[in-house]
C-alpha cells in the first residue's frame, strides 16, 4: 500500500515562497515519475509539474520559472519550491504517485 503525506502549504502574501513536500511510503517512489497538482473549488484538478525517475521535470506554462519540482529519492520525498507566488496560486496542492494521491495541502496567497 502507497500513502502519500504533503506538508509545507499555509498563508503567504503575493510575492513570497513557499515549499512543499510529499513523503511516499510504498517502495515504488524511485522508479516512478512523481506529480504536483492543484485545485480550487469547482474547477478541474490541474497538473502543475512532473518529474521523472531520472530527474526530467515539466511544468504548467501558469507556473514555468516560479516553481521548481524536485526529488530526493533517498528519503522518498518530492519537493515543490514555489517562488514569486501570485493569489491565483491559492489552491489545494496534491502529489501523486502512479495512481495514488495525497491528502492535499491547502496553499493561500494574499494580496
Known amino acids: 500500500q502507497v500513502h502519500l503525506v504533503e506538508s509545507g502549504g499555509g498563508l503567504v502574501q503575493a510575492g513570497g515562497s513557499l515549499r512543499l513536500s510529499c513523503a511516499a511510503s510504498?517502495?515504488?517512489?524511485?522508479?516512478?515519475?512523481m506529480a504536483w497538482y492543484r485545485q480550487v473549488p469547482g474547477k478541474q484538478r490541474e497538473l502543475v509539474a512532473t518529474?521523472?525517475?531520472?530527474?526530467?521535470?515539466n511544468y504548467a506554462d501558469s507556473v514555468r520559472d516560479r516553481f521548481f519540482i524536485s526529488r530526493e529519492n533517498a528519503k522518498n520525498t518530492v519537493y515543490l519550491q514555489m517562488n514569486s507566488l501570485k493569489p491565483e496560486d491559492t489552491a489545494v496542492y496534491y502529489c501523486k504517485l502512479t495512481t495514488y494521491w495525497g491528502q492535499g495541502t491547502q496553499v493561500t496567497v494574499s494580496s
Open positions: 510504498g517502495g515504488i517512489f524511485s522508479r516512478n515519475t
Open positions: 518529474i521523472t525517475s531520472g530527474g526530467s521535470t
